[in-house]
Structure formats: C-alpha cells, structure tokens
C-alpha cells in the first residue's frame, strides 16, 4: 500500500503563508492525494484533493509535484484557528472495497 | 442535522461490559467507515461499508468487535467484553461512494474502558 510521510511538527507565525509537506513515493498512478485536518476534540475534516495538477479553494492551495511523489499544501496566511493536525493520505482502490489510511500527520501550530 | 451524527458522545464503561455506538451518516451517502483515534495516535481504519457490497472489516483488531449497517444507513460498531486498551476516540465517517475520497466525519464517540 502506498504511504504517506510527512513532519510531525511545524510552526508558523500568524498571517503569513505556511507550506507543508508530504512525501509519497510510492504513488501509483490512479491515487488520489488527500488532505484532511483535526482541530482538537473535533473529527477530521476535509481541506482539499487532487491527482495531477495543482488545485485551488478557498481552504488552501495544493501543489503537486510533476513526478507525483511528493506534494504541498500551502494556507495562505495562518490564522490560530488554523493550528490543527493535517493529514496527508492517498485514495488506495482494494477491489470492491477502499479505505483511506491515515499516517500520524504534521501537527501545525500558529503562532501570535 | 446535515452531518454525520455519532451517540453517545462519551462512554464510560467497566472492563468486560459491551458497548454499543452508533452512527448516523449524511442522507444519501452510500459509504460508511468506522476508525479509531487512541490518545496522541492517528487514526485507525476498522470497518468500510460501501453501498450493498460486503463490508471490509479487515482493520477490525479482534473479533470482539463487529460492526453492521440496517437498510444501508444508520451503522453500529459493538464492542464485547471490552478491554482497558479499547479506550479510544471511534469516528464515523460517511461520503457519497463516488470515487471522491471526500469524507465527512462526525465527532466522535470517546470511550472509557476502568
């Protein structure tokens, strides 16, 4: 199964841009890179996803790299509210059944 | 409510008594999945319902857990003869079953094993 890694701390000073992560060598070709973030005592919730090309939301941006092994995902400027674990996860297809494996993530924390 | 619904939202129960917890998916979504959150820990994979489909339930860690979904909406995860080591967040999620990979997930039911 393809897996993800990512550091499992960042810092970043309020309002200004933060860039995290994600190493994924082993991507195969039909996976789909996840972003996922967990403030705490809440469940994840969904940031952004993408194959080939970079995408935009009004969350964050994601930058994929041309090779697909690793990616970014960019806030454009941090808030606190934006401290939080994000989750960097590929689309895995078993057959009939798919499951999403979560890795430990980057825990992000704002700075003041 | 347009969410994910998960009850109760704290248990607290003695080593050996059985739990049940439930979850209530976003209308319409066709896939369901069950993880665990063990303080400090990522999460968990345990169970993935999809549609009519048999249910994946390789992530379950014993077969003192099961899990079923009536009528392909509300689903419960039943833990039996619980261990102190099943204290854990357990987190519903529920998406469309379009191969989109979005999950909604709900708040999680914290359980306590003494």
């Known amino acids: 199964d393809a897996k993800t890694t990512q550091p499992n701390s960042m810092e970043s000073n309020e309002e200004e841009p933060v860039h995290l992560p994600c190493n994924h060598s082993?991507?195969?070709?039909?996976?789909?890179i996840h972003w996922y973030r967990q403030l705490p005592s809440q469940g994840p919730e969904y940031v952004i996803h993408?194959?080939?090309s970079n995408v935009n939301n009004r969350m964050a941006s994601l930058a994929i790299a041309e090779d697909r092994k690793s990616s970014t995902l960019i806030l454009h400027r941090a808030t606190l509210r934006d401290a939080a674990v994000y989750y960097c996860?590929?689309?895995?297809?078993?057959?009939?059944?798919?499951?999403?494996?979560f890795g430990s993530g980057t825990q992000l924390t704002v700075l003041p | 409510g347009a969410g994910v619904s998960q009850s109760p939202s704290n248990k607290v129960t003695e080593k050996g008594k059985d739990v049940e917890l439930r979850c209530d998916p976003i209308?319409?979504?066709?896939?369901l999945y069950w993880y665990r959150q063990s303080l400090g820990q990522g999460l968990e994979f345990l169970i993935y319902f999809q549609g009519n489909s048999a249910p994946d339930k390789s992530g379950l860690p014993s077969d003192r857990f099961s899990a079923e979904r009536t009528g392909g909406s509300v689903s419960t995860l039943t833990i039996q003869r619980t261990q102190q080591e099943d204290s854990a967040v357990y987190l519903c999620?529920?998406?469309?079953?379009?191969?989109?990979?979005?999950?909604?997930f709900g708040e999680g039911s914290r359980l306590t094993v003494l």
């Open positions: 996860i590929l689309v895995l297809s078993s057959g009939s059944a798919r499951q999403l494996t």
């Open positions: 999620a529920s998406s469309p079953g379009v191969n989109t990979g979005e999950l909604f």
């Open positions: 993408g194959l080939t």
């Open positions: 209308s319409g979504h066709t896939a």
């Open positions: 082993t991507i195969s070709g039909t996976d789909y």
